[in-house]
């Protein structure tokens, strides 16, 4: 069940793309696990930044890219959500002012450090991270402000991606951050969320019609990435009703199932993930309860071995 569609091995450096004036977007290709898309606004003595990266050697290079743009420190550091390939840099950032909606606060504190070696995606060297949640939480949404240009975090009201998504909104350039809600070549991923409040938020982020999408993976985008993102979530949905009803587990469903066209999207193996959390909806769940890591170990199962991270 191996992707061989893509070359994980022979990605392009990340790089830096200017989305508009003075805001900036971090591409790390390919997309796939942990090579997560960062971005930045420069003001006249400071910076924001939206999201860290995975692991130390990311993150350094990242800054080291800021650098190269203006000598302005980052002051304020925004993250999307609570996954580690966002948030285990933030300690690299020195004193900066770390925001995020609470619930990933409390995310970051409960979850266990990932050890070398260990969990699913074991050859990663993440460098010397230390623990640095977010120092500002809000539970709406915060205006912030780059000079003169506002800026909305914005919690999506709803468990998704995970349970503590925020997106990055720049109304006067109609330019959105939008975290892990979208991946752009990548496989949806709703393990720690919700695939009915996935398909709520995307229907909203549709509504706000942004002229550029930062996605949280993949390359920077338009809003008719949108519809591929609804039609996997359709896909899953529809697969994980017929499936329980027939009384396969969230792994033999995923091993039967035809991925059909969203076959070549990065990461395949979520589908296992993504079932698991399509059945607890099924079965009543709320949004955002938690399904444990036996969901990452199918995935695993499903992949044929760890899953293949390059970060
Ligand atoms: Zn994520």
Known sequence: MTSTAHDHDNLAPPRIEEVSDGVFAYIQPDGGWCLNNTGFLVGSDSVV??????????????LEAIASVTSAPVRTLINTHSHLDHTNGNCFF??????????CRAEMLNMPPMPPGVGPFPGVDWGNIEKAPPT???????????????????????????TND????IPERSVLFAGD???????????????????????DLRALNPSVIVPGHGDVCGVGVIDGLVAYLNFVTETAKSAKAAGLSPLDAALQTDLGEFADLLDPERIVGNLHRAYAELDGAAPGAPIGMVAI???????GGPLHCVA
């Not at 000079?147 to 991606?161: F, I, K, N, Q, S």
């Not at 925020?166 to 909104?169: A, G, L």
């Not at 170990?297 to 992949?303: F, G, I, L, S, T």
Request: aromatic content about 10%; hydrophobic content about 40%; proline content about 4%.
């Open 94 to 103: 020195g004193p900066t002012t770390i925001v995020a909606h609470h619930d």
């Open 297 to 303: 170990q199918e995935m695993v199962q499903y992949n």
């Open 136 to 162: 500002l939480t809000f539970s709406d949404s915060v205006t912030m402000f780059v000079d003169d240009l506002r800026m909305e975090v914005r919690y999506v009201g709803t468990p998704a991606h995970t």
């Open 181 to 203: 809600l979208i991946f752009n070549g990548g496989t949806p991923f709703n393990l720690a969320g919700s695939i009915s409040g996935a398909l709520k938020v995307l229907d």
């Open 166 to 169: 925020v997106t990055v909104w």
């Open 49 to 62: 930044s939206v999201d860290a990266s995975s692991t130390e050697r990311r993150t350094r290079a990242y």
